[in-house]
């Protein structure tokens, strides 16, 4: 499967964006799907992820109430609603999908990954 993270812009502080993660090539729905990102010069953090029946985890840290994760398998997406955002958000999110199927926070156990989409937060 092929993935696509879109949503992506500059927003002010408190401003929200919703990302959208597509997947092509295969069925989004039979996979359990994360969202991480990335800023510049830090790892690759975990933000939220979901299971094909709707289940899903979140950071308990820096996002915890600000950050939903929600699919539609009709239309082969996961969303990502990101409220209230603040300038340490910035940074370049991805979706990625696992084979195993495994809610998990980890970078290492999701098999597929997107290009993903650039949030940048203006104070």
């Known amino acids: 499967v092929q993935l696509q993270a879109s949503g992506g812009g500059l927003v002010q502080a408190g401003g929200s964006l919703r990302l959208s993660c597509t997947g092509s090539?295969?069925?989004?729905?039979?996979?359990?799907v994360g969202w991480f990102r990335q800023a510049p010069g830090k790892e690759r953090e975990f933000v939220a992820a979901?299971?094909?029946?709707?289940?899903?985890?979140g950071s308990t840290d820096s996002v915890k109430g600000r950050f939903t994760i929600s699919r539609d398998n009709a239309k082969n997406t996961v969303y990502l609603q990101m409220n209230s955002l603040k300038p340490e958000d910035t940074a370049v999110y991805y979706c990625?999908?696992?084979?195993?199927?495994?809610?998990?926070?980890?970078?290492?156990?999701?098999?597929?990954w997107g290009q993903g989409t650039q949030v940048t937060v203006s104070s």
């Open positions: 990625a999908v696992q084979n195993a199927l495994r809610l998990s926070a980890y970078v290492s156990d999701y098999d597929y």
């Open positions: 979901i299971s094909r029946r709707g289940v899903s985890i």
């Open positions: 090539g295969g069925t989004i729905g039979s996979y359990t």
